[in-house]
């Protein structure tokens, strides 16, 4: 029987869309769960929604709309944006379905009935943004949450309260007996002196709020959205109705989360867990922030990173690789298009892309595009068996670490090697002497090299990885796994897949926009998914006064070649004719587009995007479901009118 492994993410709200920041957490979590499976785990890995929260309620109406059909909608976008990335969890939990609502009212009943939960009224401040409560030596310039730096509300209502104080000597003595429970270690030091300040009650329900599952002691009261959300990770695995499930994977092995929610799972949630009588969890894993070049990404700034744009234009792996193999796990990370452009060419173009194309090039050369035979192994040959070896121990105990970033530079050095024993041996030399045997040998563990790295990268880079392993001409990719690394696995005589370039160097520049670091839909006024500009958050009149706005008329339009998102239009902007393209092509055909009056920047310096040069950039925002909306203007207005 395979040893279970049940790892989850926190549960964000559903008030926005997520950005690359949010997409860290669960891309390192999907790398950590795709290992375990690796390396033989009957893995369970859950994600999923916190949906009952005061700022999905508030946004639904803002938006007009029934707070479930909100959240039925923002779901399946925010879901759709893990797929694009290629997230494998194994279950999507959302906390207004049934199940979690039984989960935690059954969970509330036990902490009830075990007397830790009792009425009180609360006066205290609480952030509507992250649906907290702070005391006020928490807040800063007085009355501010500390992580949002906005106004708290002060509050004043009867509440449940959960007897936290009860738990102080029992989690101290929890902490001190399980060092290994928080990791990094920073964090468990700001844990313990959290505790060693005396922990006080805190309120776990409301009463000026309906938009969540009420208690069941007392139905006027709403289940505080933390109270409710921590249960979750209960409900992923049965509790309280399928006992089989529930008895297979908890305790969870490892809850990855994100710096600013430590004091909920690292304190509120074993003290819950123990109230009701249940097991902890074996670890908690706390991450730092992705920022933008330095600065905190917020969509209400402009300051992010569109993962899907960021998938469409250079592919879920490069992404994902880049973000676990350039923040080390518990440290903070910074973005910039430069650094990840220059991490992908180095490690995945330079390295593994170049170490697999010279190597099965050559064998399609000199053997026929079938894996030569291993021969005798000189001390050169073992020397890399060797080392493909220590690369392998030591990548797993660093992945059993959760340190996936040094993992990955494992598999890399790995490739750097095998590079550096190519050039040492020359086997195009060797086959060009007449050499067979030996040249086949060393082709031969070179591909093995390359095959040990393509399964040590595939938790980061799946479909990269499969692809290696088709071009190595190994019939079944997703059956690699450490249960194949020993020396020597692949097949002689076996025909090679479909050689071509894996990882295409990227070239980034200010002149080239075939691979320009905006998006497609920074030409249509959308998203940006390229470096904001995070200098300063305002402009002045002047500056604006630069930006020559002006309406115009789509002539023509045209489908770009091999461009899915772009269409070519020809406007008219007063008297003159320009062309312009735009990444508009998913939300409206070209017939669609033709006769529009849309608000374009007029003084924008022409650039060419996939060859054509686009004079101009339009106008559109993006609608709460993702969809591209034009700026568009009355046909009483003329061509070329300013836009002031």
Known sequence: MKPKFYITTAIPYVNALPHLGHSYEMVVTDVIARYKRLAGYDVWFLTGLDENSQNCERKARELGKDPQEYVDEMAAAISSTWQALGISNDDFLRTTQPRHKEAAREFFQRAFDNGDIY?????????????????????VNGSEC????????????ENFFFSLSKYEKPLLDFHREHPEF?????????????????LRDFSISRTTIKWGIPTPVDEEHVIYVWFDALINYLTGVGFPADDAMYEKYWPADVHVIGKDIWRFHCIYWPAMLMSAGLPLPGKVCVHGFLTLRGEKMSKSRGIYVDPVQAVDQFGADAIRYFLVRDMPFGQDGDFSWASFVARYNADLANDLGNMLNRTLNLVKQHFDGRTPALGDLTDEDRALVEAAEAARDEYVSLMDDYAVHSGLDQALGLVRTANKYMADTQPWK???SGDKTRAGTILYCAM???RWAAVMVTPAIPTGAAGIHRQLGIADPDGQDFSTLSWGGLAADAPLGDVAPLFPRLEVTEEDDEEAT??????????PAAEAAVEDA??????FMKVDLRTAEVLEAEAVPKADKL??????????RRTIVAGVAQHYTPEEMVGKRIAVVANLKPRKVFGIESQGMLLAGNAEDGSLVLAEFSKDIPSGSRVS
């Not at 905006?518 to 998203?527: C, I, L, M, P, V």
């Not at 269409?567 to 003159?576: H, P």
């Open 538 to 543: 305002f402009i002045t009149f002047d500056d």
């Open 182 to 198: 928080v990791q990094p270690a920073s964090r468990r030091n700001e844990v313990m002196a959290f505790i060693e300040r005396g």
């Open 448 to 450: 093995e090299a390359v």
């Open 430 to 432: 060797v086959a060009k």
């Open 567 to 576: 269409l070519k239009l020809t406007i008219q902007v007063g008297d003159e």
């Open 518 to 527: 905006a998006s497609e839909a920074d030409e249509a006024g959308g998203e």
């Open 146 to 157: 500390p992580t949002h730096e906005t106004e708290c509300e002060w509050l004043s209502e």
């Open 119 to 139: 009425k009180n009224t609360y006066d205290g401040y609480y952030c509507t943004s992250c649906e907290a409560f702070y005391e006020e030596d928490d807040l």
